[in-house]
């Protein structure tokens, strides 16, 4: 028998109409998972892992320099890197890894910050060479720089907020009571989800001064007192006053860097001393070859890495009439002997990631050390009026030592000591059990 043949499905302006709503269903559908499911993750990486707070450190310094100050490492001997990293990962459970390579990049050896905050010992790697591997957490030993005493100055007078860790076993600070505005001394980056930070660093003494300077002023000239930002492997900033303001303003702009170089007329070379932040030595070197390779550079015979433990060293041999001079402006122009660091101060406030100025960013530091000190204070007077309140119940009983002898000597029951005493001096249980410890 023959199948009876189905009649056409018309697509008709209401069929077409069911199939765009559908779509649109769908399409809510899609953007409800991943609302449901992305945005708790890209919150997790702004406010746990890429941005820094006020303090000037991202949770994984934080944790790890926690942790070093808790296993005494502040003012005394050294210990192996393995150490500290097995204890980190009470705080920290990413893995042995990540927490070294975060020791590393806050080590003296490393030569990332301007002021480290990991004394080290051993094979660190340098920051300006992406070939420089560092050893193993096993060979290298590190303790606190002596500047994080001005980190951890009063942590346990309950100047901030503790938290359980990831498992609750113990307790970990939220922030950490620095008592200067680290957040502007040492360089801090990071790649978050749809944002980013980028903070460039300053000097300490001129941070500090301006510092003091707007606490007395709020309206006083940040120019008169810091000027331009401070790298740490040097170079040489193209200064420019309008962008410099722009960036002090709004948080956002770019700074030239360009490299230092010396001419060696003796050996006809250029030695190159200091680069840019945001380049390697490798970067240059590969790229100068590249541009001799393709015939843009002809005054170059040979260029090699020279770096030692003097220090950073790239030396270009140069043929002979060169002009050192004018052959280091072309390459200012081609290479990145001379590059822009990105200034994008994002820094987490309450919880909350905002981009500020640097006025700004002194106002936030500033308000956040009153609060350290105020609750300091309060844990500090408190204290005392504990210890107070012992002696106004050691006072009572010493007016009349012998009657509180007797009272000891005639209670039979070690447990009615206390009671006795409260009754016949008329004093509350903790000076009693005070005075009956004595």
């Not at 001005?150 to 008592?179: C, G, H, Q």
């Not at 040489?236 to 230092?260: C, H, L, N, P």
């Not at 009153?370 to 050691?394: A, N, Q, S």
Request: net charge neutral.
């Amino acid at each position: 028998m023959a199948r009876k043949k189905q009649p056409k499905r018309e697509n008709t302006p209401k069929m077409q109409g069911f199939i765009a709503g559908a779509g649109e269903i769908q399409a809510q559908d899609i953007n409800d998972t991943l609302r449901q499911n992305y945005m708790p993750y890209a919150m997790s990486v702004i406010m746990s892992r890429a941005i820094p707070e006020i303090d000037g450190f991202k949770p994984s310094h934080r944790k790890l320099l926690y942790t070093m100050y808790k296993m005494n490492l502040l003012g005394s001997a050294r210990t192996k890197s393995a150490n500290i990293v097995g204890q980190t990962m009470k705080l920290n459970p990413h893995g042995d890894s990540a927490i070294y390579d975060t020791m590393v990049r806050l080590s003296r050896g490393y030569e990332a910050l301007l002021h480290p905050y990991v004394d080290s010992k051993g094979n660190f790697g340098k920051f300006y060479s992406r070939d420089m591997a560092w050893a193993a957490s096993r060979y290298t030993e590190a303790r606190l720089d002596p500047i994080c005493r001005e980190l951890f100055r009063d942590i346990d007078k309950d100047t901030v907020d503790f938290v359980d860790n990831y498992d609750s076993t113990m307790k970990e600070p939220t922030l950490l009571p620095a008592a200067f505005p680290s957040v502007l001394v040492n360089a801090n980056t990071g790649i978050a989800v749809g944002m980013a930070s980028s903070i460039c660093p300053f000097n300490l003494a001129e941070v500090c001064t301006t510092a003091a300077e707007l606490i007395r002023d709020p309206e006083h000239d940040i120019f008169t007192t810091m000027q331009a930002p401070d790298f740490p492997g040097g170079g040489q900033i193209i200064f420019d006053r309008a962008a410099m303001e722009q960036i002090y303003k709004t948080g956002r702009g770019s700074i030239k860097v360009r490299s230092r170089y010396t001419y060696d007329k003796s050996a006809n070379c250029i030695d190159i001393t200091q680069i840019p932040p945001t380049t390697t030595i490798e970067v240059i070197v590969e790229k100068v070859i590249d541009l001799v390779k393709q015939g843009k550079v002809k005054e170059i015979t040979d260029i090699r890495d020279e770096t030692g433990l003097d220090g950073l060293k790239i030396t270009i041999d140069l043929k002979r009439g060169a002009d050192p001079d004018k052959l280091m402006q072309r390459l200012f122009r081609m290479t990145t002997l001379e590059d822009s660091f990105s200034c994008n101060f994002n820094v987490l406030i309450a919880g909350v990631p905002r981009v500020l100025g640097v006025r700004e960013l002194f106002e936030e530091w500033t308000a956040f050390r009153i609060e350290c000190v105020r609750r300091r204070t309060h844990y500090d007077l408190t204290k005392k009026k504990e210890k107070l309140h012992l002696l106004y119940g050691l006072k009572a009983i010493l007016l009349d030592i012998d009657k509180a002898v007797r009272i000891v000597r005639e209670t039979e029951e070690e447990s009615e000591v206390v009671p006795n005493l409260m009754i016949g001096f008329g004093i509350d249980e903790i000076q009693a059990e005070y005075v009956a410890e004595i």
